[in-house]
Every structure is written in C-alpha cells, then in structure tokens.
C-alpha cells in the first residue's frame, strides 16, 4: 500500500504561483509513475501531468503545457507540481496518484483557487 499526501493548495489570484508537494509512505515510489489529476466543480477528474519512474519522461495536458512543471525526488519519496500563470479555470481540487501496474493510489487531493 502507498499513502499519499498532497500540500500547497490554496487561494491565488490570477497570473500567481502555487507548488504542490505529494508526499508517500508506506512504500517506496521509486519505482512508480506518478502524476497529477485535477477536478473541478461539476467536472470528471482529467488528467494534469505525469512523470516516469526516474524523472526522465514527462508528459503534461495541453491547458498546462509551459505553466506547470513536474518534478520528483525519490530520495524524499515526494512529487511536486510547480504552477504558474495560473488561470481561474484552473481552479480545482488536484490530486496525487501513484501507478505501477496493476496498482494505482489516490492521495485526498488539495485545492486551488484562482480568483480573476
């Protein structure tokens, strides 16, 4: 089993900065892909950006592509999600995961807000 906890949610106005912290125990996330989904009101939870194992491959929705940035340190067992420009439709509660195959784990999620 892998815990997660995510950090760094909060209020921001529009074109601001957050950096969100998704903290594991329980196992080591080495060896898993990790990522960031968001959801926002009213919508299904979609797909933010994701990183492999080593940090070597990234991959990000377009919404975000040049605005946020992925990054992990194994050694801290911690993910981190760096945003900027943010835009009040990226308002929403974002979530950790962790996946190796066949197993995936949900962090509780944290939430931004964006206000124009």
């Known amino acids: 089993q892998v815990q997660l906890v995510e950090s760094g949610g909060g209020s921001v106005q529009a074109g601001g900065s957050l950096r969100l912290s998704c903290v594991a125990s329980?196992?080591?996330?080495?060896?898993?892909?990790m990522g960031w989904f968001r959801q926002a009101p009213g919508k299904e939870r979609e797909f933010v950006a994701g990183?492999?194992?080593?940090?070597?491959?990234?991959s990000y929705a377009d919404s975000v592509k040049g605005r946020f940035t992925i990054s992990r340190d194994n050694m801290k067992s911690t993910v981190y999600m760096q945003m900027g420009n943010l835009r009040p439709d990226d308002t929403a509660v974002y979530y950790c995961?962790?996946?190796?195959?066949?197993?995936?784990?949900w962090g509780q999620g944290t939430r931004v807000t964006v206000s124009s």
């Open positions: 990183i492999s194992w080593n940090g070597g491959i990234t």
């Open positions: 329980g196992r080591a996330i080495s060896t898993y892909t």
């Open positions: 995961h962790a996946l190796l195959v066949p197993n995936g784990y």
